[in-house]
């Protein structure tokens, strides 16, 4: 499965963007997909993750209750509604996905994500 993220840009704090991505050469609903994202001289970090079937999320404490992960089966879509934007969610962000849902996803990093799309730069201004 072959993935692009798009949806990043500038935008002031406390503001809104909505991040997508969009799967081709397979069904994103088979799949775990994740957002991930990497400030500049820091490691990737996992942010939020979407079961196959939708029924289970996951959201790391620095994005829970301001992030939303959600899954458009017919577009082959996942989105990222992030809201209240701070500074420090500055980053490149990058969706990936993986075939199961099987080990608590706190514990999930880069390694456990066979497919990635490019990212997408999100620069928060104060």
């Known amino acids: 499965v072959q993935l692009q993220a798009s949806g990043g840009g500038l935008v002031q704090a406390g503001g809104s963007l909505r991040l997508s991505c969009v799967a081709s050469g397979g069904t994103l609903s088979r799949f775990t997909t994740a957002w991930f994202r990497q400030p500049p001289g820091e490691e990737r970090e996992l942010i939020a993750a979407?079961?196959?079937?939708?029924?289970?999320?996951y959201y790391s404490d620095s994005v829970k209750g301001r992030f939303t992960i959600s899954r458009d089966n017919a577009k082959n879509t996942v989105h990222l509604q992030m809201n209240n934007l701070k500074p420090e969610d500055t980053a490149v962000y990058y969706c990936?996905?993986?075939?199961?849902?099987?080990?608590?996803?706190?514990?999930?990093?880069?390694?456990?994500?066979?497919?990635w799309g490019q990212g997408t730069q999100v620069t928060v201004s104060s």
């Open positions: 979407i079961r196959g079937s939708g029924v289970n999320t």
């Open positions: 990936a996905s993986r075939w199961s849902w099987n080990v608590v996803p706190s514990t999930w990093s880069s390694a456990d994500f066979p497919y």
